[in-house]
């Protein structure tokens, strides 16, 4: 039988998705607070969790970051908020899915029906998870050249993200701009590490919250970058 927790705080709406859910054979666990939801959905397991977005003490943004960065089971977001902004943030996250209030009881077992039997099927092929790069709020998921800095998806052009992630898989090590030519553009310099200036220049402006003060990729005078950690 398969466990759902719901971190919902309207308990009316969190008893009538139990309610639905139970009929439907899952055994159901809720919690009405951010905090005590995601101790629970840290520490106990369950298949799949349907996280209200607005909650006391943790938002369901917090707890769906904190649980993917643990777990691959479904998660499914709820809000009453229709703006397009909290989807993209939601599923940038990494839930499954997002449903606006109102919604039927029935939208929502079947959804998680899906999700279920779609997780199923990827457990039971064996399929190898994708090669994920973490750093101090930088997620990079190199099998599918995608990037998040805390939380939000950004843009990289193919030698953006070829540069980004060779210094993130080697933090503390300082490289010159010739060695770093060679690496991601494949041959010698030949006068050309300018062009590791200006792609180091566009990196910093999508990952940096302050690109004079670089909190990631550090400037070392007279030497060259280093991805600090």
Avoid at 187 to 201: L, N, P, R, W
Wanted: proline share 3%.
């Amino acid at each position: 039988m398969s466990r759902i927790l719901i971190v919902e705080d309207e308990e009316t709406i969190a008893d009538l998705e139990k309610d639905y859910l139970e009929l439907s054979g899952f055994e159901v666990e809720i919690e009405n607070r951010g905090d005590k939801g995601l101790i629970r959905a840290l520490n106990e397991e369950f298949d799949l969790f349907i996280l209200d977005l607005m909650l006391p003490e943790v938002d369901g943004f917090e707890i769906c970051r904190q649980i993917r960065e643990k777990k691959n089971s479904p998660i499914i977001m709820v809000s009453a908020k229709k703006d397009d902004i909290d989807k993209i943030r939601g599923l940038g996250l990494g839930a499954d899915d997002y449903m606006t209030k109102p919604f039927s009881p029935s939208e929502l077992v079947a959804r998680v029906k899906a999700h279920l039997s779609r997780y199923d099927r990827l457990i039971g092929s064996g399929m190898p998870e994708n090669d994920i790069v973490e750093i101090r709020g930088i997620r990079i998921d190199k099998t599918a050249r995608r990037v998040w800095v805390n939380g939000e998806e950004r843009n990289f052009t193919t030698k953006e993200f070829d540069l980004l992630t060779f210094l993130a898989e080697h933090p503390n090590h300082v490289y010159t701009k010739e060695e770093l030519f060679r690496e991601i553009w494949d041959m010698e310099s030949i006068g050309d590490i300018a062009t590791v200036t200006v792609h180091i220049k566009k990196i910093r402006e999508k990952i940096e919250f302050n690109t004079a003060k670089p909190q990631y990729i550090e400037t070392i005078w007279g030497v060259g970058y280093r991805f600090k950690i």
